[in-house]
């Protein structure tokens, strides 16, 4: 689906009910970035915003733990090689 479809798909949900949204974001197979990215559109709220939605959802905080290890994994080998 390209962006327009899935936030016609989405286009019933409000900042109110964003649980709802992520969880049947999920369910259908939306990854946490493209999820992401239809927060971004659809609210209008920044990158950053939305990823603490999705991170912090009920839908994704069985991938919270994992997710959090592999970017500091990554913020540790960028810092390795600015030295």
């Known amino acids: 689906m390209n962006n327009t479809e899935l936030l016609e798909k989405y286009k019933d949900y409000t900042i109110n009910n964003i649980e709802d949204l992520i969880l049947n974001m999920k369910t259908d197979n939306l ?10 559109f659809k609210f209008k709220i920044s990158i950053t915003e939305a990823d603490n939605y999705i991170l912090n959802s009920k839908a994704w905080q069985d991938n919270k ?12 080998n960028i810092d390795k090689l600015d030295n």
């Open 31 to 40: 990854s946490m970035m493209q999820s992401t990215m239809v927060l971004v």
């Open 65 to 76: 733990q994992s997710v959090e290890k592999f970017r500091d994994n990554i913020f540790d």
